[in-house]
């Protein structure tokens, strides 16, 4: 795997290869790799020639500067994930070197309006600017490509596609499925820092889901009853504050008056001093259709909160067993 720390040498590599006849695929991390990051890394390798990897703690989506010193850094394991999932460059620069005025805020950002005020974005003012500024220049670097990131940070997925297409980005965004462990926690790398019992307790994000989920399935369409049945079962648990559990629209972030067509389910809460997140999608199809019931039966009767869930008139949703990798 060939390190690159230098920006304009990484953008002149980049053109290299693709004037080779390369398909170049970008990973943008934070780095502390897990199985989430190595899962988008080698679908990335399965898809395109050269694979760049970006290891970069980024300073600007961080709202408290404690959280921003304790975030993980092994940059040598990184490297040896990364070569091992088959990225073939490592774009490791200096914050100095992506912001050149640092510590001074740059003078230019990107803010994408009416995704990044709501969930995440309600509590961590100012984050997903940081992210998306960042995400962008990355791009500018990267130039033509396919550029994945999990599902997981469902939100951010959202923010990223939505500043490709408004700028005219030459970059496809591919959103890949959450990795999980066996008993669905979804993988990140604040999961280090959980105790034993809130480990255990953690559980209850992806619960909650299927519970969301199971409620779509018998036919609920209120979003409030969805998101309720969703907050009680977060609250059953002990060691874990609820943040929000919503049912929204997967484009807008916001929930609509009646749940139909693609339909993301969220949830926030904390366990210990911890924040986790998760969430998972479902397409629904429109409420009057006749045939949605039929089917929406065959899926009950056969669905397991964990399978793959067909609802109403809409296709089988393939997006499960769900996204990974990624977010602080
Ligand atoms: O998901 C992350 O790790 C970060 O938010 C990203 C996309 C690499 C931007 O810093």
Avoid at 162 to 186: F, I, N, Q
Avoid at 303 to 315: D, I, M
């Amino acid at each position: 795997v060939r390190v690159i720390d230098d920006p304009a040498a990484l953008a002149g590599h980049l053109d290299a290869r693709r004037g080779a006849g390369d398909r170049v695929g970008l990973v943008p991390t934070m780095g502390a790799l897990h199985a989430g990051h190595r899962s988008l890394i080698e679908r990335a390798a399965a898809e395109c020639d050269t694979v760049v990897v970006t290891l970069f703690v980024n300073p600007l989506q961080f709202d408290d500067p404690a959280d921003l010193g304790a975030y993980p850094r092994h940059p040598d394991r990184d490297r040896a994930v990364a070569a091992q999932a088959g990225a073939t460059v490592l774009f490791a620069p200096s914050v100095e070197q992506m912001y050149p005025g640092h510590p001074a805020p740059p003078a230019t950002t990107v803010h994408v309006t009416g995704l990044t005020d709501v969930l995440e974005g309600a509590s961590r003012p100012g984050h997903f600017d940081g992210v998306a500024t960042v995400v962008t220049k990355l791009f500018a670097l990267a130039g033509r490509c396919r550029a994945y990131f999990g599902e997981k940070d469902f939100q951010q997925l959202a923010v990223v596609r939505r500043l490709a297409a408004d700028l005219s980005l030459p970059v496809e965004v591919v959103g890949c499925p959450t990795v999980r462990e066996p008993d669905g926690l979804a993988l990140s790398s604040r999961n280090a820092r959980l105790t034993d019992a809130g480990r255990e307790a953690a559980a209850v994000l992806r619960r909650a889901l299927d519970v969301g989920l199971v409620s779509l399935l018998a036919g609920e369409r209120d979003p409030d009853r969805v998101a309720g049945v969703m907050a009680d079962t977060v609250m059953d648990e002990r060691l874990v504050t609820l943040d929000y559990a919503v049912a929204v629209d997967a484009d807008t972030l916001r929930p609509p008056v009646t749940l139909h067509g693609d339909i993301r389910l969220l949830v926030a809460a904390r366990v210990g001093g911890v924040r986790l997140i998760d969430n998972d999608g479902v397409r629904l199809g429109p409420p009057s259709d006749p045939s949605a019931e039929a089917r929406r039966s065959a899926s009950l009767a056969g669905a397991s909160p964990a399978g793959t869930v067909a609802v109403g008139g809409g296709e089988p949703d393939t997006r499960r067993p769900e996204p990974a990798g990624g977010g602080v």
